[in-house]
């Protein structure tokens, strides 16, 4: 069985891959095994010269692996370069740090010596989404390697170049051979991968649906798993707000690339009395905003990762529109092969598609409040719980509403993103479990008490 890989910038086939066999499936889960073994008795010193070398590869590398980003995904140059740099960056980090993140630690007993003792616990199947094709990946990686894991990587379908390459630099660096083995497989392979015994624990980035499935399918073997799915985030401009600074976050938060973010800013509640004010200079913003070749520099927005996407975040516009979301600026599909331009939905209330999902690319939408108190309540009205920001100019206030908010990440007058020195994940339909800081990198071990009389 084949997958074909379509370049969403231009419609055209770019390559067609197959899908492997029980055959070689078994191969790949038979040398993680006999790596995890090789791997975990390596010290943490030599992991973590490999895995800055790692992070060297990415950077050497960086051009020919953006092409294939740009190719399989859309993703504009600049910010394929970017995440690339981000991924390195992760590298040096864990390869810094995890001495004092894995160390043992000290716990006062009535015993004579007691402590906790962090121990990798093998393979650790990830599934992964193609919206940050390398970021996604080395979020898992760079932590669970030098903890002591393998990995297994089944990448989303229409990026399985960004698998191999990921494979390829992990092999140029010098890491042992099956340290990170890739599977081209489908969904129901990869459910009976996570059945396998010798796959210790899950980790997935991407939809609840997905997740919902592969957290029960490892929740019935008793395998760890850690979950991070959908946002719909909130964006609160309150009265005091610095609408120049406001609107430049606004525009690179909901639009960066394509949209297509988890934490991307996506549901604006502005309040009412610069409410006016806020979405003049936000639609005068955002209609700067052009599509083009992502491979040229002079492009602002890249096109969607796909044309099923495209248009099923055309149908959530739609059916806004019709149960009376008022469409400020965009609103119709490009005649390119993804394209979908900038998008802002004005008075968007509760029961349209804008309001209760999630709008996984470049739509923005406005709900206007009468102040603070509605504000954080309509933030809260929402399954999801991964991120929020708050705008003012009181940052103490914008502190105390971002208490207020039922998400993993809040932040106050700044974008919300990921930063390996924070943990990430989400609350409420947002997933669970944490990925990134000290708590990443414990999440896929044996946590180990011992206690000596």
């Avoid at 908010?405 to 007058?413: D, E, I, P, T, Y």
Wanted: a negative charge; one cysteine or more.
């Amino acid at each position: 069985m084949s997958t074909r890989i379509i370049n969403p910038a231009n419609g055209q086939l770019a390559y067609s891959i197959e899908l492997m066999d029980a055959a070689a499936i078994e191969a790949v889960l038979a040398q993680s095994q006999r790596a995890f073994a090789q791997w975990s008795a390596h010290s943490l010193q030599h992991r973590g010269q490999l895995l800055r070398q790692v992070g060297h590869e990415l950077r050497e590398r960086k051009h020919d692996i953006q092409r294939i980003m740009t190719t399989e995904m859309g993703k504009l140059r600049k910010e394929a370069i970017a995440e690339i740099e981000k991924c390195a960056g992760a590298c040096d980090y864990y390869a810094d740090h995890a001495a004092e993140l894995l160390a043992d630690k000290a716990i006062a007993t009535d015993g004579s010596r007691s402590y906790v003792r962090y121990e990798p616990i093998g393979c650790v199947l990830a599934v992964m989404p193609w919206n940050f094709p390398l970021w996604q990946v080395f979020r898992f990686l760079a932590p669970a390697l030098m903890a002591g894991n393998v990995a297994l990587l089944k990448h989303a379908s229409n990026v399985p170049h960004c698998a191999d390459v990921i494979a390829d630099v992990l092999r140029e660096a010098g890491l042992p051979p099956g340290v990170l083995g890739v599977l081209h497989i489908d969904n129901d392979q990869a459910a009976e991968v996570i059945r396998d015994p010798r796959v210790a624990a899950v980790t997935l980035t991407g939809s609840e649906r997905a997740g919902r499935s592969v957290a029960a399918n490892a929740g019935q073997q008793l395998k760890k798993s850690v979950m991070e799915l959908g946002g719909s985030d909130a964006f609160i401009v309150l009265e005091d707000a610095d609408l120049d600074s406001t609107v430049t976050a606004a525009v690179a938060s909901r639009f960066g690339n394509a949209g297509q973010t988890c934490i991307a800013a996506k549901r604006f509640i502005v309040v009412e009395a610069i409410a006016d004010a806020f979405i003049e200079r936000f639609v005068a913003a955002a209609s700067r905003l052009r599509l083009g070749d992502p491979q040229d520099d002079a492009t602002s927005l890249a096109p969607m990762a796909r044309q099923d996407l495209r248009d099923e975040l055309h149908r959530q516009v739609l059916a806004s529109v019709e149960q009376g979301a008022v469409v400020l600026l965009g609103g119709q599909p490009d005649s390119s092969h993804a394209g979908y331009p900038a998008t802002i939905l004005d008075r968007v209330v509760p029961g349209m598609p804008a309001y209760e999902e999630e709008l996984f690319g470049p739509v923005a939408s406005l709900l206007r409040v009468a102040g603070e108190v509605e504000a954080v309540k309509v933030a809260n009205d929402t399954r999801f719980g991964l991120g929020g920001s708050v705008w003012t100019r009181d940052a103490a206030r914008g502190e105390r509403i971002a208490g207020q908010l039922q998400v993993g990440a809040a932040f106050v007058n700044a974008i919300v993103r990921s930063d390996v020195r924070l943990p990430f994940g989400g609350a409420k339909q947002s997933g669970f479990g944490r990925e990134l800081a000290e708590h990443g990198i414990h999440e896929f071990m044996n946590i180990k008490s011992v206690y000596v009389a």
